[in-house]
C-alpha cells in the first residue's frame, strides 16, 4: 500500500519561511520525480517546484523562482520544500505528489500519481 505523507504547513508572517517535508512508503526511494502542488480556493491545482528521481532536474513555478527550494533524500524517502519570504498569494492547501512528470520547464501529473492529503500553509500579512 502506497502511503504520501505531507508535513510542515503552518501560519506565518509574510517574509517568514516553513519548510514542508513529505514522507513516502511503499515506493522505492528513488525510483519516481517527486513534486510540490498547491491549490487555492477557487483555483486550479498547479505544480510548483518538482524534482526528478536522482535530484539532477529540478522545476519552479516562475512565482517561487528565488524563494522555493526542492530537494529529497531517497534514502529516508523524504521529499522537502524550503519555502522562504513567503508572501500572502503563496496561501494554499500544498499537496505532494509522488511519480510525476519533469522537465525544467514543466512539472505535471500523471494518471498514476500518488498524492498525500494536504498540508495548510497560511500566511498573514
Known amino acids: 500500500q502506497v502511503q504520501v505523507v505531507e508535513s510542515g504547513g503552518g501560519l506565518v508572517q509574510a517574509g517568514e519561511s516553513l519548510r514542508l517535508s513529505c514522507t513516502t512508503s511503499?515506493?522505492?526511494?528513488?525510483?519516481?520525480?517527486m513534486g510540490w502542488f498547491r491549490q487555492a480556493p477557487g483555483e486550479e491545482r498547479e505544480g510548483v517546484s518538482c524534482i526528478s528521481r536522482l535530484s539532477t532536474v529540478t522545476y519552479y513555478a516562475n512565482s517561487v523562482k528565488g524563494r522555493f527550494t526542492v530537494s529529497r533524500d531517497n534514502a529516508k524517502n523524504t521529499l522537502y520544500l524550503q519555502m522562504d519570504s513567503l508572501q500572502p498569494e503563496d496561501a494554499a492547501m500544498y499537496y505532494c505528489?509522488?511519480?510525476?512528470?519533469?522537465?525544467?520547464?514543466?512539472?505535471?501529473?500523471?494518471?498514476?500519481?500518488?498524492w498525500g492529503q494536504g498540508t495548510q500553509v497560511t500566511v498573514s500579512s
Open positions: 511503499g515506493l522505492t526511494g528513488d525510483a519516481y520525480a
Open positions: 505528489a509522488a511519480r510525476i512528470y519533469v522537465t525544467p520547464g514543466e512539472c505535471s501529473k500523471l494518471s498514476t500519481t500518488y
